[in-house]
């Protein structure tokens, strides 16, 4: 078996580019075996090429080369533990945070599909909901439905307890069942959806529950929205515990102009 290998030789067999190995010398993360004299050329033993090649597989895990030097020159193991385990703890972190954004985004394309995935122009139809939660503020009568609940939401949002809570991107309100049986669209609440049950209490934490809603849809915000529709769906109808109004974004201006799914729980 040979006794040296050139750099040329090292790179090749471990799979690393020659300049790498030269950066791992100049930085002392290892010394060549041998170095001929005259010409300067590095040659490394058969023993080290394990050293090298563990610097690149600890390298690829995303360590600092100054803390793989640090614990290859003790020598010892018990010195390269805390480091795999901090950088393991922070892989961990970074998977979840991965995975809650991957969950976010998913949402987000279901969000964004979900009109024309379910197409129901006009017409009243029935759906089964989970239970969710949002945060939502007090809406006033008489007030513009677009603009003072969204501003003091905002408000409400800044709180510090609020400040690792995800939010999700919709809004709706909570309405008022005796003005919308008249047609009239009058919120109780404005609230923006919350990605996760909250793991503590808060005035302006809303639940919505499950169950089975009759839904309809419309612009109900704007000026031309039809409401003797609506009170054909509340005839001979008993007062239904909650109706909430999600908005889903059909265009990225007019947002004033969005469709609404009223749904109210039978």
Same mark, same amino acid.
């Given at each position: 078996?040979?006794?040296?290998?050139?750099?040329?030789?090292?790179?090749?067999?471990?799979?690393?580019?020659?300049?790498?190995?030269?950066?791992?010398?100049?930085?002392?993360? +290892?010394?060549?075996?041998?170095?001929?004299?005259?010409?300067?050329?590095?040659?490394?033993?058969?023993?080290?090429?394990?050293?090298?090649?563990?610097?690149?597989?600890?390298?690829?895990?995303?360590?600092?080369?100054?803390?793989?030097?640090?614990?290859?020159?003790?020598?010892?193991?018990?010195?390269?533990?805390?480091?795999?385990?901090?950088?393991?703890?922070?892989?961990?972190?970074?998977?979840?945070?991965?995975?809650?954004?991957?969950?976010?985004?998913?949402?987000?394309?279901?969000?964004?599909?979900?009109?024309?995935?379910?197409?129901?122009?006009?017409?009243?139809?029935?759906?089964?909901?989970?239970?969710?939660?949002? +945060?939502?503020?007090?809406m006033f009568p008489g007030e513009?439905?677009?603009?003072?609940?969204?501003?003091?939401?905002?408000?409400?949002?800044?709180?510090r307890v609020f400040q690792n809570?995800?939010?999700?991107?919709?809004?709706?309100?909570?309405?008022?069942?005796?003005?919308?049986?008249?047609?009239?669209?009058?919120?109780?609440s404005y609230f923006v959806y919350?990605?996760?049950?909250?793991?503590?209490?808060?005035?302006? +934490?809303?639940?919505?529950?499950?169950?089975?809603?009759?839904?309809?849809?419309?612009?109900?915000?704007?000026?031309?929205?039809?409401?003797?529709?609506?009170?054909?769906?509340?005839?001979?109808?008993?007062?239904?515990? +909650?109706?909430?109004?999600?908005?889903?974004?059909?265009?990225?201006?007019?947002?004033?102009?969005?469709?609404?799914?009223?749904?109210?729980?039978?």
């Amino acid at each position: 078996m040979k006794k040296k290998f050139s750099i040329g030789e090292v790179a090749e067999l471990l799979g690393i580019s020659v300049q790498t190995l030269r950066f791992y010398c100049n930085n002392g993360l +290892i010394e060549p075996a041998y170095v001929k004299p005259g010409s300067g050329y590095r040659y490394f033993a058969y023993e080290q090429l394990h050293i090298i090649d563990r610097i690149k597989y600890l390298q690829g895990l995303g360590f600092s080369l100054a803390k793989i030097k640090g614990a290859i020159s003790s020598g010892q193991v018990e010195d390269l533990l805390p480091f795999l385990e901090e950088h393991r703890d922070k892989a961990l972190a970074e998977m979840e945070r991965a995975r809650s954004v991957a969950e976010s985004l998913q949402w987000y394309i279901n969000y964004y599909s979900y009109l024309g995935d379910n197409h129901f122009p006009a017409v009243p139809f029935k759906k089964t909901r989970q239970p969710a939660w949002a +945060i939502g503020v007090k809406m006033f009568p008489g007030e513009a439905l677009f603009g003072p609940g969204g501003y003091r939401l905002e408000m409400v949002k800044r709180d510090r307890v609020f400040q690792n809570v995800e939010f999700l991107r919709q809004v709706g309100y909570v309405l008022d069942y005796g003005a919308l049986a008249k047609g009239v669209i009058q919120p109780d609440s404005y609230f923006v959806y919350l990605k996760n049950k909250p793991d503590f209490e808060h005035e302006a +934490i809303i639940e919505i529950p499950g169950g089975e809603f009759l839904c309809f849809r419309g612009r109900i915000l704007s000026d031309d929205w039809d409401a003797s529709q609506t009170l054909e769906y509340f005839k001979e109808r008993p007062g239904p515990g +909650i109706i909430v109004a999600d908005e889903y974004e059909d265009n990225m201006r007019e947002f004033t102009y969005c469709t609404y799914e009223v749904q109210m729980l039978l």
